[in-house]
């Protein structure tokens, strides 16, 4: 479950980072308003299926993880006997 938060962070940080830096870069840069609406609509598909394909991504990880999990708790104890 950790490994997953973990994932989780590190995925918002990507995100975060390129919204601000394509949106730094757009807002910056010289042009005019139809150029930068018709640049802001392509960066955003494009930031749209990164990110639809970073969540499949996570959430193959995660469905790794959960069977790993089960198969953790499902695996019989194994007893030590203990002489007095």
């Known amino acids: 479950m950790e490994d997953v938060k973990k994932l989780f962070c590190v995925f918002s940080a990507f995100v975060a980072g390129v919204v601000v830096g394509a949106a730094a870069g757009l807002f ?46 499902s695996e019989p104890a194994i007893e030590i006997d203990q002489e007095p």
């Open 28 to 73: 910056l840069a010289p042009m005019k308003g139809e150029e930068l609406q018709e640049i802001t609509k392509e960066k955003a598909l494009e930031l749209k299926e990164a990110a639809l394909k970073k969540a499949e991504e996570l959430k193959k990880k995660a469905e790794e993880l959960s069977k790993k999990a089960e198969e953790i708790v």
